[in-house]
């Protein structure tokens, strides 16, 4: 019995870390993929918002035939119409922008400086939070988030081939991602409905697909129409899409299997992944001590923050940490974890 035990303890390790370990090279190859997409000469379809449109009509269209066709998934009901109006569309369209303008900066800037300005995230959900009081102000948040812009800072000074447009394209994307992270707690908090990373795909994406098409219509869709040829090949495009819909599922699987917080420790050893390879993989990408040890103070700081919350949630004594909204990200296109 003890030897059946131990056996059945040491499957579920190696499950667990697996799952692990699938999310973090999804999510890093993820970013690279895209990267590669949008920028380099063998594929060269500088078009974000295309991209971020045809990967949402993917998962809208592959969450569909999983749930209602063959059933594989299930998804939580007590979703009404009311309720889809006034928290499934706002999350779409902040999704939506978080998608179009992250991928947008992959054409400016290095995969390695993008991830290090989105360690920003927590202190725009924090500012954000406080405003919508969700947040209370603290001197130890307020410490975490001087911590966490300081080392952005920092960062960023170290950069050397810097560009503002494209800066502003990322910082666009971040407060983009802290605004659906609101209107996610606030679904959960406010409204009882929570939802895994399946569910939120199932819901969010159509909504997003649609956000993105008026301005793929308008800013988009002419320059492509004046372009004669590209060379994307339609066996990309389905590798492309499969892969953010695979990322998303093992995120679900991760959650299901571990904990919040082990979620969010991937996460940041996923960041420190994508910033080193990039060096590597990329000839633009020219790391500096500067960039290494501003990013480090920034991802000490965001270290410091998840623990925080994490506490914060276990002294409410909710059952379902998992749960929580910052818990489950939807990682599509150019998202990384929180």
């Known amino acids: 019995m003890a030897d ?87 999350i779409g369209a902040t999704f939506a922008m978080t998608l179009w303008l992250g991928n947008t900066a992959y054409l400016y800037i290095s995969v390695a400086f993008a991830q290090m300005l989105k360690a920003i995230m927590p202190v725009a959900v924090f500012i954000l939070g406080v405003a919508a009081g969700l947040e209370l102000m603290s001197c130890r948040m307020l410490l975490i988030m001087s911590v966490i812009s300081f080392g952005v800072l920092v960062a960023s000074y170290g950069e050397i081939n810097i560009s503002w447009i494209g800066v502003v394209y990322q910082m666009g994307g971040v407060v983009g991602e802290a605004l659906r992270l609101i209107f996610m707690e ?80 991937a996460g940041v050893v996923k960041d420190w992944i994508v910033v080193l390879l990039s060096a590597l993989l990329f000839a633009d990408v020219k790391l500096t001590i500067i960039n290494l040890f501003g990013y480090g103070i920034a991802i000490a700081g965001v270290v410091a923050y998840n623990n925080h919350k994490l506490k914060k949630e276990a002294s409410r004594g909710s059952p379902n940490d998992s749960d929580q909204p910052e818990s489950i990200p939807m990682v599509t296109s150019s998202s990384s974890n929180k």
């Open 4 to 90: 059946r035990r131990a056996e059945g303890f040491f499957k579920g390790e190696v499950l667990t870390y697996a799952y692990l370990l699938l999310y973090i090279a999804l999510s890093s190859g993820q970013i690279f993929f895209n990267k590669w997409v949008l920028s380099s000469k063998e594929i060269n379809f500088p078009y974000p918002l295309a991209l971020t449109l045809l990967h949402m009509i993917f998962s809208s269209i592959l969450c569909f035939i999983l749930i209602k066709v063959f059933k594989v998934l299930k998804i939580e009901e007590g979703m009404s119409a009311e309720m889809y109006a006034t928290s499934v569309i706002p």
């Open 186 to 265: 606030i679904l959960v908090k406010r409204k009882g409905l929570k939802l895994n990373p399946i569910s939120i795909m199932y819901y969010v994406s159509p909504c997003s697909a649609l956000c993105l098409l008026i301005p793929w219509i308008f800013l988009e869709k002419p320059k492509m129409e004046a372009r004669e040829s590209w060379n994307f090949p339609p066996v990309i495009l389905v590798l492309n899409s499969l892969c953010t819909f695979a990322l998303n599922l093992s995120v679900f699987l991760v959650i299901t299997h571990t904990s919040a917080l082990t979620i969010r420790v």
